[in-house]
């Protein structure tokens, strides 16, 4: 079974730029959460989304946006990028609807300049 | 509140015995995770532990878990160079759906 996947793996912009961020889950997985992993704040959780619906949010402001597809592909999108949203973005994939085994993607590192 | 706190350092010689300790603040945790990151890699699930079990062990790992002191840690049996890595332990909570929230992480250097 093919893990979690997310394109793009890097990825440079610039202050001001939008970006979007693609994570496929894996195959059956119906839950995708984002987190942002920085130096300064650690690991945060952004947002989750749970047969298209979100279910949970962080405290992000409302430049972080996201949805989620019918087949359970899930996107990210970040609006105005300021330097400080330069991190790694991880997306987990789960099955269940609640508390359950959760499988990390290997992140997009986000650089904004 | 949510708050999950874990040392940041740990050094240990091959062979060794590994313990990651791990303290939470929220009492209506579901499930408690292990996870594992290296360097520019995602985070690597290695265990975890449904809140109302004391201990779990699976082949070198062993987590224990102690509610009245909020307390989680992860044994990790004969250390080996290729354990060197950030270790995260994180929380879900009852209502919080596949909501994680995780510790500051613990560098586990092994030495020769």
């Known amino acids: 079974k093919a893990g979690v996947t997310q394109t793009p793996r890097y990825l440079i912009k610039t202050r001001g730029q939008q970006v979007t961020l693609s994570c496929s889950p894996i195959s059956g997985h119906r839950s995708v959460s984002w987190y942002q992993q920085t130096p300064g704040q650690g690991l945060q959780f952004l947002f989750e989304?749970?047969?298209?619906?979100?279910?949970n949010k962080g405290n992000f402001p409302g430049r972080f946006s996201g949805r989620q597809f019918s087949n359970s592909r899930s996107e990210m999108n970040v609006s105005t990028l300021e330097l400080g949203d330069s991190a790694l973005y991880l997306c987990a994939s789960s099955s269940g609807g609640g508390a359950s085994e959760q499988y990390f993607g290997p992140g997009t590192r986000l650089t904004v300049t | 509140g949510e708050d999950v706190e874990q040392s940041l350092f740990l050094s240990v010689r091959e062979g060794d015995s590994s313990v990651i300790n791990c303290t939470y603040t929220d009492s209506s945790s579901t499930y408690l995770y292990w996870y594992k990151q290296e360097p520019g890699a995602g985070l690597q699930l290695l265990t975890y532990i449904f809140s109302n079990m004391d201990m779990k062990q699976d082949q070198r790992l062993t987590v224990l878990l102690n509610k009245k002191d909020k307390h989680l840690s992860l044994r990790i049996a004969d250390t080996q160079t290729g354990d060197s890595a950030i270790y995260f332990c994180?929380?879900?909570?009852?209502?919080?759906?596949?909501?994680?929230?995780f510790g500051t992480g613990t560098q586990l250097k092994v030495e020769l």
């Open positions: 989304y749970f047969s298209e619906t979100q279910r």
């Open positions: 994180a929380e879900s909570m009852a209502g919080g759906g596949n909501k994680l929230t």
